[in-house]
């Protein structure tokens, strides 16, 4: 998936002052934020397969795949909604 982002000319010097590459730097925010997700996903998802005598799945994308076929877990906008 690839997602674009669009800064003003000041937003981009602003960045490139807060840090050396501004692609490296939202890449990493991203990702970053993406790792902390997963781990959260992983512990619930976890939780409850124990709880329940249900095999783990195998990865972390098996977990998060898992999470969301079973309604574990949902989208922040899903949630937002209700």
């Not at 998936?1 to 002052?17: C, F, I, Q, R, S």
Request: aromatic share 8%.
């Amino acid at each position: 998936m690839k997602y674009t982002v669009e800064l003003t000319d000041a937003e981009t010097k602003a960045l490139g002052y807060a840090a050396f590459s501004q692609q490296d730097w939202i890449e990493n925010l991203v990702h970053e934020r993406c790792r902390i997700a997963i781990e959260e996903i992983v512990q619930i998802t976890a939780k409850h397969c124990l709880d329940n005598g249900i095999q783990i799945p195998a990865t972390r994308e098996g977990i998060v795949d898992f999470a969301f076929e079973n309604a574990l877990v949902s989208l922040a906008a899903d949630r937002a909604s209700t």
